[in-house]
Nanobody, 117 residues
């Protein structure tokens, strides 16, 4: 069982940057993939970025070129660097992990990101 705890959210002006962190209670090296999702008010949860065990990354079109997902095995941590933030990026951001291909098994509680115009 892996517990995930996000941090780093907050209020930022459009054009600004934030770095989200996700701390895992156990080793993340055995996870097939980790990801960041977000959910805005009244909208479905959507995949923002993912990183596979071999290091391959994938991004939603809306964040390509602005967000970067990374991980640190030594710290059992996942990160999301968010630059050039837009008001449309306002959402609760969730960290997720999975042990095999398919649905994500592990979820954090979420961290709020608010981008003001």
């Amino acid at each position: 069982q892996v517990q995930l705890v996000e941090s780093g959210g907050g209020l930022v002006q459009a054009g600004g940057s934030l770095r989200l962190s996700c701390a895992a209670s156990g080793s993340i090296s055995g996870l097939n993939a980790m990801a960041w999702y977000r959910q805005a008010p009244g909208k479905q949860r959507e995949l923002v970025a993912s990183i596979l065990g071999l290091g391959f990354t994938n991004y939603a079109d809306s964040v390509k070129g602005r967000f970067t997902i990374s991980r640190d095995y030594s710290k059992n941590a996942l990160y999301l660097q968010m630059n050039s933030l837009k008001p449309d990026d306002t959402a609760v951001y969730y960290c997720a992990g999975r042990r095999r291909v398919g649905v994500y098994d592990y979820w954090g509680q979420g961290t709020q990101v608010t981008v003001s115009s």
